[in-house]
């Protein structure tokens, strides 16, 4: 499955704002840089490009449905810039702000955003709970979640009313949803198919008045 596969997979449900040629290349480049990069650094299991593009790529494009492409969000625990990434290709007006705790791998992110000429797209190396925001987003996503409880405090500090937090969880993990979470209101629970037809539920919280 290629780049322009995945674009018109009806399971993702997505409008992007770059040109065809302008996606099919930036993720040929962000491919190439992950291959490479894999070799020295641990970024992701998948070693070759295709099944790359299979877990991660279709997984972040997920996300896409769930966002405005000219937000300003932010991505924590970016790792090998997944969701982030992805989405910043297909909406290149978009305002990612990566936050990744590891260095080497803010080094991959800053290489590709060089290399990819991913203007407006900023990495800071810390751990979410240590930053200080100097500005609201409209989103927080996380892929690789822990726990819902978790995500929704450490996107607490970045989201103003009305701020969105999506994140993605296994349909067998919904308990969590069963207990009171201040602050926010699930908006939307969306049942969405992965690569290999594994169904995981996608979240959307808004943040309400504190």
Known sequence: MNIKEILEDPRLNISPTATPEQIESQFSSYLDLLVKWNQKINLTSEKSSQDIVLRHIFDSLHYAAFISPQDEIVD?????????????????????????SQRKRCSFLETVIFQLGLTGTKVINDRAEKISPERLVEAVIFRGVSDIKSCLELATPFLGEGGKVVLKKGLE???????PIYSFSLEQEV???????????????VKSSI
């Open 173 to 179: 993990e919904r308990g969590e949803l069963k207990q």
């Open 76 to 100: 924590i625990g970016s790792g090998a810039g997944f969701p982030g990434i992805p989405l910043k290709i297909i909406y290149p007006d978009l305002v990612p702000i990566l936050i990744e």
């Open 191 to 205: 049942v969405v198919t992965g690569y290999n037809n594994k169904k995981s539920s996608l979240l959307v919280f």
